[in-house]
């Protein structure tokens, strides 16, 4: 097979998942409350729990049917390499902890990764409609536009951000973020610190933020993103700009012109 013709046959397969996508958004924007009433970390566990079952029950069958083959990852939260051929590595509801709060920033997203490597992703954001979608070597794009990275080639003028992968990270995870916030907060103009990484990462991939990077490795936060970056023409590497895998200690995501001054930067965060 040529790669046109992979090609082809993965843009084919993202119009397919960007349905699956969509209907589960559907559903969690059924869920979805501005006025959350949670009186505690037990209210807030059940709430998660209770909307990835409720996203899974549309998404798991849909994108099955689609590749039967495939293997799916059913924690969100795991790290590291996956065994050998095709996995659906999915959020149900990434920005979980904003939904069940009632705040907007939420989603949810399906790339399919094959040997380790995101060929197909879709992120889909129900409360504007938007859907992002990514191709290895076929393009990213908000609803049919290209996306490209931002022309910024100064790290003063930069908006970048970072953010936790989940919750309990270790206290040396803490203190390099703690750091490499200082550090931002010394050299670009202005740092977001958010969750989730997504929708950090959807920002760099359509030029609006310069810089997104992350001390940790959860694949569902990172592989969709890294997918939509680097096929907008981005930069993809861990904080030392070595060429980022499911192996890397820490992640990176940037435009060409910023990523020298990113990695001088993080790289000397201990």
């Known amino acids: 097979m040529t790669l046109d013709h992979a090609v082809a046959e993965d843009r084919a397969l993202v119009e397919k998942v960007a349905s699956a996508v969509r209907s589960a958004g559907a559903r969690m924007l059924e869920r979805f409350d501005t006025a959350p009433r949670l009186a505690g970390r037990d209210e807030v566990v059940a709430g998660i729990y209770a909307n990835d079952a409720a996203s899974l029950a549309v998404l798991r069958p849909e994108l099955t049917g689609l590749r039967p083959q ?24 990434e920005g979980n902890i904003n939904h069940v709060h009632g705040m907007p920033e939420w989603g949810v997203t399906a790339t399919l990764v094959r040997d380790n490597v995101p060929i197909v992703t879709v992120v889909h954001l129900p409360l504007t409609g938007e859907t992002y979608t990514g191709v290895r070597s076929g393009g990213a794009f908000l609803d049919g536009v290209p996306l490209r990275h931002s022309p910024k080639t100064g790290i003063e003028g930069a908006l970048v ?91 990176l995501a940037t435009t060409p012109a910023m990523h020298p001054a990113a990695v001088e930067i993080l790289s000397a965060i201990a």
């Open 161 to 251: 951000g970072t953010g936790q992968a989940k919750p309990g990270e270790s206290a040396e995870t803490f203190a390099r973020i703690g750091a490499s916030v200082t550090a931002m907060l010394n050299r670009a103009m202005v740092i977001r610190v958010s969750v989730p990484a997504t929708l950090q990462l959807i920002q760099v991939a359509a030029g609006r933020m310069e810089a997104f990077w992350q001390f940790s490795q959860v694949r569902s936060g990172l592989l969709a993103g890294s997918l939509l970056v680097a096929e907008a023409g981005g930069v993809v590497t861990d904080t030392h700009g070595r060429p980022w895998s499911l192996d890397s200690d820490d992640f």
């Open 70 to 93: 495939a293997g799916w990852v059913d924690d969100e939260l795991e790290s590291g390499p996956l065994p050998p051929g095709e996995w659906w590595v999915t959020d149900p509801i």
